[in-house]
């Protein structure tokens, strides 16, 4: 008798989930099939915190301003996984009308077929200002040709260095004009094995956390990843194999902090275990207010190039009623005036250039110390990374030959020739 | 109208047509009560399983349509060192997870089968890391092995013994998965043995103290061959949880260091949601069900010789 119990309990559960999952559905029906010139939308976020409210109140700005265009912010969890979410939502064939999605997607995002082109809407409209963005930015929205983002976020690389432990080793505090040596000769003062001090800190985790900063020291030496034409590695170079070795040298006297991947630096740092990072704007909340820091640009070998990990907001096909709605957002909110509006509730970077000539830039700048050395920094991201489909293939084949290095495993070397082997291959192979 | 029928079925003996077999039969009954759950089983179970077997004959990275491609798939799996390599770390972890994980359940259980002061705290002890979420045991375990400021370390430095980089050490992250996994799946090994020491009949036990049988003596003759059943049931879910193995290194190392821990479930991860090959991943998917699918009848038929049912 308890097990029929049971049965039916368990049949009155799948019925009322059937209900509400129709339920939920038919509001998403009627917004498509409106017609009247009133267009509802959805977009799809991962923010939470001061970043949840701020997409809160910048969408009801926009839907008091906008009376045919209704948008709805919906929250999908972590970022993390997003992509999994709106390739359900794909094939379900209720796609949202806009998904903030990682840029290292991008490449295969652009082989859906649903993804919506953006290039002859900017085209068409100056107005859009498509070069204020970032290079940066736009170059990951950039997949052959067609435009399958606008820019959403923008970070880069910083120098961020502890003052007291400066101070207690007797070195003057990293300025602009630092070089590579400056920076190794700094790292290896600062560290202290008796006292648990590190120079510097690494992500050990081989994963793009790993490679990218490998990057950044790759173009400041004067390399680059792959070839001009994308077919052959580059990075096994004289440039690759100066940024090898500096990670060797540094690694070989402990003055690297490897962080395992799970995000333990910040506490590292704050805990005054640490004197360098090469960070971003996303730390800055996690690290005020413990050690007296100063924020400064990358050192030079042969330049300060940066790097950036941007970020897009994707449209996706639902009509062209709901796709030139999403555009006009779109517009809208990565427009200059309300982008300064983001970045001083958020405390992320502008994504376009010409926010710095606002009159609110500096009440922004202000609100967050160290904010300001970031944003210039953008102007040394001058190259990206390949948006392309096997990007992530290299990427794993490059986090295990940094990670041999920096474990002691490989000689720079023998771990670079390895690597570009292996992308050769990646290459070459047929997709 | 009853009498009238009752006559009618003693001289009718035409078949009553399918349709009135199907309503009469208990079957019907039998399969309504199911349904909810075949229901369920068979949208969020086989379904996908059949979908993913076609899947692994195609090129396709979920975001366009794919196509297929025959069994280029598990062409390429046979030639690629890097599943070799998986399919090795996998067997390491299971060959030492399963017998340490059942032997230590079996110590467990037997000493926890007692009358004794607080013996439901020290059962409640053993059980809380199986409910413990993976993701806390997980990072509980970083902070405990940190190479630098981690709690193990900071023990064997008192102790006045060398340090260790654990999960950072590829030499050694594989074998700091298996300690960290035995905690956490012990409880459930223990409750299936207590359960089932509490199942022999005390008449047995008393037989062999009588008979004068040590203690020794007793378990090896009586109490072991009576958990027969029990242990049979353990190798075999252990085993396939160990070739299973995803979420602890998920978790902790990422497959790391220097592809250390990437088990096989890692790998088809890897190469479905970080490289965009479902299709490849499918496919080390259906190699890895086959292969679990032989160690399980094989595990069976081994076991159908040796373990005695005694109800």
Redesign the interface.
Known sequence: MKRICLLIVTGALIVSGCGGSSSTSSPATTSSASSGGHVNITLWHGYTDVEGTAIKALTKQFNATHPNITVTPQFYGNSDYALQKVLAAIAGGKPPDISYLYGSWAANIATNPTTVNLAPYIQKDPSWNWNDFWLAARNVTTVKGKIIGVPALIDNLALVYNKKLFAQAGIPLPTPNWTWTDFENAALKLTDPSKKQFGWAYVNDASEDTVWRFWAMLWQAGGSILSPDGKQAAFDSAAGLKAMTLLQTLAKHNAIYLDDGSDVYPGVFNSGHIGMLWTGPWDLSQITGHQPYGVTILPADKNHQTISGPDNWVVFNNGSARVNAAVTFLKWFTSPAIDLEWATMTGDLPLRASVSKLPGYNAFVQKYPGIGEWAANLANATQSRPVTTTYPKISTVVGQAVQSVLLGKADPQQALSQAAQQVNGILSAPS | MTARAEVTRGVDYRRPSLWQRIIASEHLAGWA?????V??IAVFALIPIGWSLLLSFQAN?????GHYIGLANYRALSKDPQFRAAIGHTIVYTVIFVPVSVLAALGLAVALNRKLRGIRFYRLAVFIPLVTSTVATG?VF?WLL????GLVNYALHALGLPQQGF????NQALYCIVVMTVWGWLGFDVIVYLAALQGIPQDLLEASEIDGASKWATFRSVVLPLLGPATLFLVVWSTINALQLFDEIYV???G????ATTVIVYYLY?QA????NAGYGAAIAYVLFVGILIITLFQLWVGRKRVYYVS
């Open positions: 009560f199911v349904a909810p759950a229901i369920l990275n979920l975001l366009a349509p990072i970083l940190d190479p630098t400021f999960l950072q050490d590829p902790t190392t990422h790391g260091p220097l592809g890897q949601f970080q490289f965009f």
